[in-house]
């Protein structure tokens, strides 16, 4: 099964490289996203509005991206299926997703920070809890765009349904990102560090349960 | 007859709490007073909501493990019955925040909960309604009904615990916890619960059948 996933994910990395218009959509909407939020508001005297806006932006740039995980479902993607089954398919979509929205996580707080300023003294902890924070968006969203391309696969349904079901974690987000500016270290964050990294193992396990399910057309 | 007691039970019980609950002699305390009325109507739409989604979920889990559309029409009706006391309990906390808090929407994390509850569970009734075929209707349903169910129970259970709020009964708020819920309140407050659960039920079953019929409409026509 290992061998399976792993493969997956080579072929779903190549298929991103030969058609790339994809990984270049995700990145100029984080662009845009953020210089649209710095003409809208310049300069941000208070920290909390800077962490609000990040997440916001983090949301929808991880939602945009998620959105297009199963858009080559219909031809070759459908084949790769058969020859896999739904649980390492499923798997390897996730730990794509994972991978690229961590990457996106990285880029947006580079544009970000430079753009509006750095309101972090230890980046390295915001850095460590946005990536355990995105990992756990990535997996809930490949989900919800699983659950989308079986109902019609429009963004709208997909923003619909996993919005309401995000707002816990970016509550989390939000909270631990504060509290890292206000001076706390990472290990006086661990409770939310934890309850980030259970959830992440939680809604992977009730994916790698559900998924079959889903596909049983 | 008998085998609808439980409708009957369910209205007695209400009939019971409307009398007693306006009539019995409350404690007065601070800042509560009259309102801890509320306790009878407020706090049971949210035990009824959280049974009536539970019970939802359940009847998911039994579709998806044997196939038959009946299951899903109960998950379906359980999910609109626990919109409808969700809705309820938003509004009798609303009416109750306004004389007690000066505002019907403050910043409290249990608010957060129910809203975003009543969100998440319209998001299913609208994926219900994008697709057409009835067996892939359920099954899309399901999956989506356990996942949400499961961030519910994270949002409803863990995440207050860790926030205050100014609802009674938390930390630093005068109000009723076990220890001055008196015996009193008691003897309306558990009718109530169950009162309202069984007709959260009745509703629901209401709302079954209604599907059914305009399904069977639909398909003559």
Redesign the interface.
């Given at each position: 099964m290992t061998k399976n996933i792993i493969s997956l994910c080579r072929i779903q990395l190549k298929q991103e490289m030969k058609n790339r218009n994809g990984i270049y959509g995700i990145i100029l909407y984080v662009l845009s996203s953020v210089f649209v939020v710095y003409m809208a508001v310049k300069e941000i005297h208070d920290s909390s509005v800077w962490v609000g806006l990040f997440w916001v932006i983090q949301l929808f740039s991880c939602l945009n991206a998620a959105s297009k995980s199963f858009q080559y479902s219909k031809g070759r993607d459908l084949y790769f299926y058969q020859l896999s089954g739904p649980r390492p398919f499923i798997l390897s979509k996730m730990i794509f997703n994972l991978i690229l929205m961590n990457l996106v996580f990285l880029l947006s707080q580079l544009i970000f920070s430079l753009m509006m300023g750095n309101p972090f003294e230890d980046t390295s902890s915001f850095i460590i809890l946005g990536m355990l924070g995105t990992s756990a968006l990535s997996s809930i969203l490949t989900?919800m765009s699983a659950?989308t391309f079986?109902?019609?696969n429009?963004y709208t349904?997909m923003a619909?349904?996993s919005?309401?079901?995000m707002?816990?974690l970016l509550?989390?987000l939000v909270q631990s990102s504060n509290a890292i500016i206000d001076g706390s270290n990472i290990s006086s964050i661990s409770?939310n560090l934890y309850?980030l990294g259970g959830?992440n193992l939680?809604i992977i396990s009730?994916a790698y349960t559900?998924f079959p399910?889903?596909c049983?057309? | 007859m008998i085998k609808n007691w439980w409708k009957f039970l369910g209205v007695m019980l209400i009939l019971y709490v409307i009398y007693k609950g306006f009539t019995i002699d409350v404690p007065r305390l601070d800042v509560l007073n009259e309102t801890i009325r509320n306790l009878f109507f407020h706090v049971p739409m949210w035990f009824s909501m959280m049974l009536l989604l539970f019970l939802s979920v359940i009847y998911s889990v039994l579709f998806?493990a044997n196939n038959k559309l009946k299951n899903d029409n109960w998950a379906n009706a359980l999910s609109s019955g626990g919109i409808l006391f969700g809705s309820l309990g938003l509004v009798t906390g609303m009416i109750w925040g306004n004389f007690t808090w000066g505002t019907p929407w403050p910043n409290d994390p249990k608010i957060?909960g129910a809203a975003?509850t009543i969100?998440?569970y319209l998001?299913y009734k609208?994926?219900r309604n994008?697709?057409k075929d009835e067996n892939?209707q359920a099954?899309?349903a399901?999956?989506?009904n356990?996942?949400?169910f499961?961030?519910l129970v994270?949002?409803l259970v863990?995440?207050p615990r860790?926030q205050s709020s100014l609802h009674p009964g938390a930390e630093g708020n005068p109000g009723f916890n076990q220890y001055d819920l008196d015996s009193n309140l008691r003897m309306v407050f558990y009718p109530a619960v169950i009162g309202w659960f069984l007709i959260g039920l009745w509703v629901s079953q209401l709302t079954k059948r209604l599907n059914q019929k305009e399904q069977e409409l639909l398909e003559i026509e």
């Open positions: 989900m659950i079986k109902a019609d429009n349904l619909i349904l919005l309401p079901i707002i816990p509550i989390v409770q309850i959830l939680m009730l559900l399910y889903l049983t057309d | 998806l957060h975003i969100l998440i998001a609208v994926l994008s697709v892939k099954r899309i399901a999956v989506y356990m996942f949400a499961v961030m994270v949002f863990i995440y860790t």
